[in-house]
C-alpha cells in the first residue's frame, strides 16, 4: 500500500520486484492513487491494482474544502475496498504510506497480518500487527521502504531497481520523437522544469539559459517533460530561449512520459517523481535541490548529480511556500550545464 505520490510509488518498486522474485507464485496487489497507476500497468510483478481517487490535501493549491471532500472519498474508499478484499483476502498488508488514512485502508483486509513502520505518524502505528524500524544510518527512502522486502525475507537484488513502461508506449514515444524531427542518433535531455512545491523550482531564465547550451554547446535536443498544468510555464521558458525545444508535457500519458525519460540521455530537473523514474530506468540524473534532502529522496544509485548552493543555511527547510528562494536561484545556469556534460563525457 503506497498510493501517492509518483516519487514514493517509484521508490516502493523495489519492494514488489523483491517479493515477486523470491516467491514467484505469490498474489501482489497494490492500492495506489488512479493518477499514479500508469507506472504499474504493464509491470509483470504486479496481479492486481486497486486503484483509489482522494483529493490531495497537502498540495500547496489544494482548494478550500479539500479536507471535507477528501474525508468523504477516504469513507467510500474504505467501504468499496471492503467489498474487494472480503472476496480477495491478502495474507498481508504493507502499509508502506503511514498514514491515519492509509492504516484505515489495511483495517478493509480482513484478517492478514498487517505491517509498518514504527516511526509512522497520525497513529498509524495502532492499526498494525507487526512493526519494522528502518536502519537511522539509511535515511533514504527507498532503503526504509526495502525493510518490507527484508521482512519477507527477500534480499534486494540489482535487478529489483527498475521501472516498467511497455511495448506500447515506446512505440509512441518513437514516434512522438519522429514528429519532433528527433532522429535515433541524436542526444536527447530530458528536462524537467516542475514540481509540486513552488520552493522546488529554479527560474525561467536559468532554464532559457541551459537549454541553449545543452543545444548549441552539447549539440543535444532538448524535450521539456510534464503535466498539462505545467505547460504555460514550460512554454514561458521555451518562449525566452534562442533555440527551439520540444514540449512533450501534457502530449504524454505516464507510462509513455516512463518510456521517455528511458529513452533520454540524461535526465536534468528538480526533485520531483520523474527525477525518481530516471534513477530506476538506468538514465543519469542532473538535479537541483533546495528544500528537499538528497540523503532522504536524492536520486537513489550511483553516476547521478545533484546540485545545490552551498553558500545558504536553510537548505532542506521542507518548505513548501518562501520569498527568498536563494537556495535555487543562486545556482548558475552554467554550473547546471558543466555537471550535465561532464557526467555524460559529451
Sequence with gaps: MKPSSLGDVVHTLPVVHAIKRCYPSCHVGWIVQAAFQGILEHDPSIDEILPISIPSTSDPHAPRGSFVRALVATLKTVRDLRTVLKHARYDYVLDLHASFRSGLFAMSNPDGVRVGFADAKELNTRFQHRILTPDRAKPHAVDRNLEFARFLHCEPQPDD????????????????????????????????????????????????????????????????GGSLQDRAYIESIVNMMKQPAVVAAGRLNLSEAVALIDYADVYVGVDSGPMHVAAFAGTPVVALFGPTDPAKVGPYGDGHRVIFSGDVDCLACRKRSCTNRRCLEKIPASKVFDETVGLLGW
Design 161 to 224: 531497481f527498475r521501472v516498467v513502461s511497455g511495448a506500447a508506449a515506446r512505440q509512441r514515444v518513437r514516434a512522438f520523437l519522429d514528429e519532433a524531427g528527433i532522429s535515433e542518433r541524436d542526444r536527447v535531455v530530458y528536462a524537467n522544469p516542475a514540481a509540486r512545491w513552488e520552493t522546488k523550482f529554479w527560474t525561467v531564465s536559468g532554464w532559457a539559459e541551459l537549454g541553449d547550451l545543452l543545444i548549441q554547446e552539447a549539440a543535444a535536443k532538448v524535450v521539456f
